[in-house]
Nanobody
Framework: QVQLVESGGGSVQAGGSLRLSCAAS????????MGWFRQAPGKEREFVAA????????LYADSVKGRFTISRDNAKNTVYLQMNSLKPEDTAVYYC?????????????????WGQGTQVTVSS
C-alpha cells in the first residue's frame, strides 16, 4: 500500500516556476515507478512525466519537454516535478501517481495509487 500527498502548487505568472513534491509512504515506494498527470477543467487527465524506480529513466509529454523535470529522492520517499517557463495552458490540477501495473507510463488507468492533487494556476 502506498499513500501519496502532493504539495507545492500555487499561482504564478507566465514564465515563472514552481516545484511540486509528492511525498509517499509505504514500504513499496522504492520499487515503484512514479508519474505526474494533470487535469484542466473540462478536459481529460493527461500524462505529464514519469520516472522509473531508480531515477535513471524518465519520460515526458511533448507539451512539457524541455520545461519540466521529474526527479526522485528515494531516501526521502519523494518525487518532484520542477516546472519552469510556465504557460497559461499548464493551468490544471496536478496529480502524483504510483505503480503502473500494466507497464504503460502514459496511461492513467494503469496506475494503482493516486494523490489528492494540487492546483497550479498560471496567469498571462
Amino acid at each position: 500500500q502506498v499513500q501519496l500527498v502532493e504539495s507545492g502548487g500555487g499561482s504564478v505568472q507566465a514564465g515563472g516556476s514552481l516545484r511540486l513534491s509528492c511525498a509517499a509512504s509505504g514500504r513499496t515506494f522504492l520499487r515503484n515507478d512514479m508519474g505526474w498527470f494533470r487535469q484542466a477543467p473540462g478536459k481529460e487527465r493527461e500524462f505529464v512525466a514519469a520516472i522509473n524506480w531508480t531515477g535513471r529513466s524518465t519520460l515526458y509529454a511533448d507539451s512539457v519537454k524541455g520545461r519540466f523535470t521529474i526527479s526522485r529522492d528515494n531516501a526521502k520517499n519523494t518525487v518532484y516535478l520542477q516546472m519552469n517557463s510556465l504557460k497559461p495552458e499548464d493551468t490544471a490540477v496536478y496529480y502524483c501517481a504510483a505503480d503502473p501495473r500494466g507497464g504503460s507510463w502514459t496511461q492513467s488507468n494503469e496506475y494503482v495509487y493516486w494523490g489528492q492533487g494540487t492546483q497550479v494556476t498560471v496567469s498571462s
